[in-house]
């Protein structure tokens, strides 16, 4: 039985099916070799640079009460905190950021 494509004629891609991705093959199989070796070598999930930081790291102390607090809303209160500050700025008014 042929396989159906993967995507239409409008370039709209159907939902994978389990066969279709146990077909697929790496790219060093199907890649010029001149092309592998200019392609960033990053593994399996790894994330590259940033090409312009979106944030800047730092090193804040806070109040056990307020990680507590934080870390007790589950995963992403460190973005929760960003948020609350993002908020302060604005209800304060951000003439101040330089």
């Known amino acids: 039985m042929k396989q159906k494509p993967l995507s239409n004629k409008s370039g709209k891609i159907r939902e994978l099916k389990e066969k279709d991705i146990n077909a697929m093959k790496s790219a060093s ?3 010029p070799a001149e ?4 392609l960033p070598k990053r593994k399996r999930g ?3 640079t940033q090409k ?3 944030k800047i ?3 804040v102390r806070y109040s056990p009460e307020v ?3 934080f870390k007790s809303t589950g995963a992403g209160w460190q973005v ?3 948020t609350a500050l993002k908020n302060y700025i ?3 008014g951000s003439d101040r950021a330089a």
Do not use: F
């Open 29 to 31: 199989a199907v890649l």
């Open 35 to 38: 092309l592998l070796d200019i």
């Open 46 to 48: 790894e994330r590259g």
């Open 52 to 54: 312009s930081p979106k």
């Open 57 to 59: 790291l730092v090193t």
């Open 67 to 69: 990680i507590r607090y």
């Open 80 to 82: 929760r905190i960003d």
């Open 90 to 92: 604005k209800k304060k």
